[in-house]
């Protein structure tokens, strides 16, 4: 009877809009599990079961530039298997079918509203603990993970960087859509929408970490882990990951991985992928993505499990 019980067990799928984001949303669930598309993957779920459980810990996701809620959907399964809900948005004008709002300024203003905006809808019509809320964030995600947990940044930063390295990859991304670093003046601090909900933050691969390099995270006051690679194109360490490292109150949790690139920790392509996007899916020789996916995907599930605790 119980092993018959345990085999029905399965992570739930649904999609809703919330305003006009598109989300994703994994849970646990139970009943007969299909194989459906998953952005560029593709996933075995219960489209629209039955959520199973109340009072469920929440993790909310925040993609890439031009990604989607699919994005990081290997991490969303592996929680949602863990017990967890996972609510991942596709945000407004930054991803893989409407990119115009990359690069400007506002595009990294409107990101942790649209994460408060989705805290907001799951606490209200979703059976989650409203008091063990984490936020997980890939790349320019990350960045967006951190301001909603308290995270200031200074985007006069950017335009500083690039006079310091013109060379830097975030220089050269901003100057193929508008011609110039994102904007050289201060915004005021409370544009930034901080969301005292969020509990802890896993980092993926976290970018454009540069614009919080003049003590914008004394603010961020709860746990955070944080996954790199060594040998990252998209995101060097040096204003990146040791913007972290050094500017939070309390050090993060860092796992690093040698010689690894920047989309390591997203999921494993098929060949059908790989000859569609091949930039996602091209590791460094060496590097075997599986298998630091099987080290990876359980160190976060693990982290918000010793962090989202009940109170």
Known sequence: MHLIAALTLAVGFRQVMVGPMAVNIWYPSNGRTTQVPAGLYSQTVVVNGPIRGRDLPLIVMSHGVSGSGFSDYNVALALANAGYVVAAVTHPGDNYQDQSAAGKSQNLIDRPRHIHRLVDYMVAHWPVDAKRIGAFGFSLGGFT???????????????????????????AFVAQRHGNPLDSTAVP????????????????????????????LRGVHVPVLMWRGTADPNAPDAWNAAVVRSGLPTPPEEHVVPNAGHFVFTPVCSDATAKQVPFLCDDPPG?????????FEPSVVAFFDAHLTSR
């Open 145 to 171: 993970a951190l301001v909603s947990a308290g995270g200031t940044p200074d985007l006069r930063q950017s335009a500083r960087l690039c006079r310091e390295r013109p060379d830097a990859p975030e220089c």
């Open 189 to 216: 601090d409370s544009v930034w929408d901080h969301d005292g909900r969020i509990q802890a933050v896993a980092l993926a691969s976290p970018a454009v970490l540069v614009m919080f390099r003049s003590g914008g």
């Open 287 to 295: 590097v075997d993505r599986a298998a630091v996916l099987r080290e």
